[in-house]
């Protein structure tokens, strides 16, 4: 594939490391910046929109979905299934808009395969207990599923240094601003900075 206008970052954490809350915030603060909308099976939580937060489909929808080969991604966690839309990513990028998958590190490794120059991004928590803390903070999950979630947020820690950038998310306000530089320095870089600036360097560089 060629190199799109936007940049495609993928952002990874075990569940509760607050990555959710860091994107978000993330694009309060910076413009030409989204967030990519996954196809899910799992049901509606209490304040999701559909469209918004996932594209909530039924289990044969996203089957079809896959046997017509439109995601570039998908996997199974928790026992549900998450997919991320080829053509609407590819719209995306080529309109210039930088755009963050928020996907676990299989999906990471599915995305790497169709777009190599991907940034990967992997959000740590400070501690394990830390990362209980906050599961059993939300007070949305049984205990049950706090501990399911605690052995695969260290399986999916296992996997960090498959990332180009790791931010350690202690400190929200630090961590933030760490995120904000990763993505200010990309748009920076020789090749993003020539596309950017082709209306003004023929007038610096005429004779």
Known sequence: MTLSTGTLYIFSAPSGAGKTSLVKAL?????????????????MRP???????????????????????????????????????KA??????????????EIDWQGARQIRHW??????????????QALLQRLTDRKTDSAEVIARRMRAAVDEIRHFDEYDYVVV????????????????????RL???????????????AD
Do not use: W
Not at 47 to 52: A, F, L, S, T
């Open 88 to 101: 609407a990513l590819e719209q995306q990028l080529a309109a210039g808009i930088d755009v963050i998958l």
């Open 115 to 128: 777009q190599p120059q991907a940034l990967g991004v992997f959000i740590l928590p400070p501690s394990r």
């Open 169 to 188: 998310n202690d400190e929200f306000s630090l961590a933030l601003a760490q995120l904000c530089c990763i993505i200010t320095n990309q748009r920076l």
């Open 27 to 43: 694009l309060e603060q910076l413009p030409h910046l989204a967030v990519s909308v996954s196809h899910t099976t799992r049901p």
């Open 47 to 85: 304040g999701e929109q559909d469209g918004v937060n996932y594209h909530f489909v039924s289990v044969p929808d996203f089957e079809k979905m896959v046997t017509a080969q439109a995601f570039v991604e998908h996997a199974k966690v928790f026992d549900n299934y998450y997919g991320t839309s």
């Open 191 to 205: 090749a993003a900075q020539k596309s950017a600036l082709a209306g003004v360097l023929p007038g610096l560089l």
